[in-house]
Antibody, heavy 117, light 112 residues
Framework: VQLVESGGGLVQPGKSLKLSCSASGFTFSSYGMHWIRQAPGKGLDWVAYISSSSGTVYADAVKGRFTISRDNAKNTLYLQLNSLKSEDTAIYYC????????????WGQGVMVTVSS | DVVMTQTPVSLSVSLGGQVSISCRSSQSLVHNNGNTYLSWYLQKPGQSPQLLIYKVSNRFSGISDRFSGSGSGTDFTLKISRVEPDDLGVYYCGQGTQYPYTFGAGTKLELK
């Protein structure tokens, strides 16, 4: 199992960014997927979930601004980040869901998003 | 939201020693399906978190039996025996019973 995030970078407040998570080594379409973030020097903060059938759940802090999506043909998970705020600055990890609930042991290496003018 | 409270914030240990980390949730983590989705993670500097224990007491693939998890309902414990240098880092508990998933603030394990 391998998960590789990309798309991070420096972005101004109010702007947008789209993160990608490329998956391999498992049947991507069969699993739910999560995004979790970690602000510099801080703890883990769950962001969003998408089920295998594309149902979604969001943390209140990002609801209405972030959109999680997936392309099973490309084995890729996405996170569209809009109306970015300085408090969104963090490393963003994608992670595979466990079989029913919870997070599995398969996480990506993370991608840094810095929101600053 | 379920609040996860971890104690202590930091812990000093001698190599070969044993430590325990406590995690308490503000609500029961027993899911309607009867399972308890409480996990433990270790994050080493510059790395993503690695899963150690899932569903309270199940070791993830490749995890040493020096790591053990216990507890029920709202009170959980991670024990690490015969501590090795590679065990150092920040430990997090996390719940996956209800959305939003939440994590404890972390416990930093350092060498004495």
């Amino acid at each position: 199992v391998q998960l590789v995030e990309s798309g991070g970078g420096l972005v101004q407040p109010g702007k947008s960014l789209k993160l990608s998570c490329s998956a391999s080594g498992f049947t991507f379409s069969s699993y739910g997927m999560h995004w979790i973030r970690q602000a510099p020097g801080k703890g883990l903060d769950w962001v969003a979930y998408i089920s295998s059938s594309s149902g979604t759940v969001y943390a209140d802090a990002v609801k209405g601004r972030f959109t999680i999506s997936r392309d099973n043909a490309k084995n890729t998970l996405y996170l569209q980040l809009n109306s970015l705020k300085s408090e969104d600055t963090a490393i963003y990890y994608c992670a595979r869901s466990a079989v029913y609930y919870g997070l599995s042991g398969y996480w990506g290496q993370g991608v840094m998003v810095t929101v600053s003018s | 939201d379920v609040v996860m409270t971890q104690t202590p914030v930091s812990l000093s240990v001698s190599l070969g020693g044993q430590v325990s980390i406590s995690c308490r949730s503000s609500q029961s983590l027993v899911h309607n399906n009867g399972n308890t989705y409480l996990s433990w993670y270790l994050q080493k500097p510059g790395q993503s978190p690695q899963l150690l224990i899932y569903k309270v007491s199940n070791r993830f693939s490749g995890i040493s039996d020096r790591f053990s998890g216990s507890g029920s309902g709202t009170d959980f414990t991670l024990k690490i025996s015969r501590v090795e240098p590679d065990d150092l880092g920040v430990y997090y508990c996390g719940q996956g019973t209800q959305y939003p998933y939440t994590f404890g603030a972390g416990t930093k394990l350092e060498l004495k």
